[in-house]
């Protein structure tokens, strides 16, 4: 009896016609092709952010082992075979060692100092601009995804004033799907742009960190260079011992007679 009254109950039940597959099927290719453009862009902006975030985390980490051991070789060409063979740091110095052995070959006057500083910039520009790639590609999804959505919100709400028109009168079972397919391509333009806005904050942010400490390791390179070695950073040297003095004794009370 139970189970009767149970199955009566779910052949009565009203079937939902306005869900997002109702909604993409009567929107037809307009709404296909909105929603699959939006997929790519949603794909695409994790990928990079992903992709990314790694990529900066893996230079961050490689910078963090040579304050601990690059600085303490000898010489350069010691110190960058503790160094990865593909990291933006050995790069740097490989340009800085090469700029060094350039300049003893040319013939016009110009400054150690200024030709590897140029060296070491290009160096430099090199790296920030591997870092940089991909962001441009966040900020367009960031700026265009919430109008792809729109437009995809333009055709729905004609198609309902097409069908209010054909029908003569504004009844929900009208209207209900287009305006539906309208408001669910407005959010999902947003659900895309939103993520790729801040993912590209975040990763700009996390270049600018990396761009100052690429520039500040190139100067001590540089330094370290033009003073045949004679320069290291003051991170490399052993933090000196603070040694406490012995607190004074108090001086004797002289004893009255």
């Known amino acids: ?4 009254l149970l199955a009566a109950g779910a052949q009565g039940a009203p079937q939902n016609k306005f869900g997002f597959v109702e909604a993409l099927q009567q929107g037809g290719f307009i709404a296909y092709a909105t929603v699959i453009i939006l997929g790519i862009m949603s794909f695409g902006s994790f990928y990079i952010l992903f992709t990314k975030y790694f ?9 963090n082992a040579i304050r601990s051991t690059f ?3 000898p010489t350069l060409r010691e110190g960058t075979s503790k160094l990865d063979k593909n990291s933006a740091w050995r790069q740097i110095v ?3 060692l090469s700029a060094e052995e350039q300049h003893a070959k040319m013939t016009d006057a110009l400054e150690a100092h200024d030709w590897m500083h140029s060296s ?4 430099e520009a090199t790296v920030n601009a591997r870092l940089a ?3 441009p590609f966040l900020a367009t999804v960031g700026a265009t995804s919430p109008f792809v959505g729109l437009f995809g919100t333009v055709v729905g709400i004609y198609r309902a004033l097409i069908a209010i028109g054909l029908a003569g009168s504004a009844s929900i079972d009208k209207v209900a799907g287009p305006v539906g397919e309208a408001l669910i391509m407005t959010a999902l333009g947003l659900l895309v742009a939103v993520p790729a806005v801040l993912a590209y904050n975040y990763l700009q942010a996390r270049n600018k960190r990396i761009a100052e400490l690429l520039t500040g390791f190139s100067n001590d390179v540089l330094a370290n260079i033009t003073s045949r070695g004679a ?9 000196p011992v603070k040694t ?3 607190p004074a004794k108090p001086a004797a009370t002289p004893v009255k007679s």
Not at 1 to 4: D, E, F, H, K
Not at 120 to 123: I, N, P, Y
């Open 231 to 239: 320069v290291k950073p003051s991170v490399a040297a052993a933090a």
């Open 120 to 123: 070491l910039a290009r160096s």
């Open 1 to 4: 009896m139970l189970i009767n």
């Open 55 to 63: 990529e900066q985390a893996k230079i961050l980490r490689q910078y």
């Open 71 to 73: 600085w303490k070789a």
């Open 133 to 135: 790639s991909g962001l």
């Open 244 to 246: 406490t003095a012995a």
């Open 94 to 96: 490989d340009d800085g």
